[in-house]
């Protein structure tokens, strides 16, 4: 499905990305894994799992280091044909107790993270006249929780970004697609969640009576990373085992 197709993925060393990482890889595109300098050793194993894979140190809020390593990757491989923007960060807090550099950290990591990685790509995707952009958001965009306000709203401005950039670069034959994933069985997922008896709850009010898996992510990121999704843009796709139905 993917075969020729170059993918970079970024926060790839571990949960969500890591899975799509593996999965694209499984449905044929060569992949390139980025993650902040500390994960460089899970980053190094889930490469090895995968087999022919390129590692990259990098921060998605560093403008100068990502247009380094979208060069080099596009100097290696020739193209960079799908984009994954996955990294992201939670860390809950109710809004009244919220610090400034949390709020100004979630937005940079996963807000503007995403903005700098798709600015960083599009020149050479419009050239190809070709491209696919995944935005991993969250139902945490459609609808707020207590404590994740900060986190909601990047979250909803991820989707938001999503359909704006659709417009703006469809005539190019680029596609620019959100997933919104429930929750996840991740270190993030987990922490979030924080105890046996919230994993329970959190199942219980899906449709499907389970958490979901990283690996629960991968079909829906194949499909918005390959031709079958063609004629598909500016979409934000719950991934959530039925807890949203809008
Ligand atoms: N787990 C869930 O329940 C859930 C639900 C909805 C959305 N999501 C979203 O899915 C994505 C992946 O989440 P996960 O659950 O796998 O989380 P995770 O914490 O397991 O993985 C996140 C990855 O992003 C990386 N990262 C953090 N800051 C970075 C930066 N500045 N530059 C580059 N990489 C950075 C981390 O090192 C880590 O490898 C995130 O965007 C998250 O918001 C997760």
């Known amino acids: 499905m993917l075969q020729g197709k170059v993918a970079l993925v970024t926060g790839a060393s571990r949960g969500i990305g890591a ?3 593996a999965g694209l890889a499984t449905h044929g595109a060569r992949v390139v894994l980025c ?3 500390a994960q460089r050793r899970h980053s190094e194993a889930v490469a090895a799992k ?5 590692v990259y140190d990098l921060d998605v809020t560093d403008k100068s280091a990502i247009e380094a390593v979208v060069n080099d990757v596009t100097a290696k491989c020739g193209s960079i044909d799908v984009l994954v923007n996955n990294a992201g960060i939670l860390k809950p807090s109710r809004l009244e107790d919220l610090g400034e550099e949390t ?3 979630h937005f940079a990591v996963n807000a503007k993270g995403v903005l700098l990685m798709t600015n960083a790509v599009l020149p050479q995707m419009r050239a190809r006249k070709n491209g696919r952009i995944i935005n991993i958001a969250s139902i945490a965009g459609r609808q707020g929780v207590p ?6 709203a990047t979250k909803a401005t991820v989707i938001t970004l999503t359909r704006v950039y659709a417009q703006e670069v469809g005539e190019d034959g680029i596609t620019v697609n959100a997933i919104c994933p429930g929750i996840i069985a991740t270190e993030m997922g987990r922490n979030n969640l924080g105890s046996e008896e919230a994993e329970r709850y959190w199942a219980g009010v899906t449709a499907l009576r389970r958490l979901g898996d990283p690996d629960d992510i991968v079909g ?15 979409q934000a796709l719950n991934v959530d085992g039925g807890i949203y139905f809008h």
């Open 50 to 54: 995968i087999g022919d894979a390129l």
């Open 220 to 234: 829906p990121a194949a499909f918005f990373a390959s031709e079958l999704s063609g004629f598909v843009t500016g």
């Open 35 to 37: 993650d902040l300098a």
């Open 103 to 105: 709020w100004d950290a």
């Open 147 to 152: 404590t994740q306000g900060h986190y909601a």
């Open 19 to 21: 899975a799509i990482a």
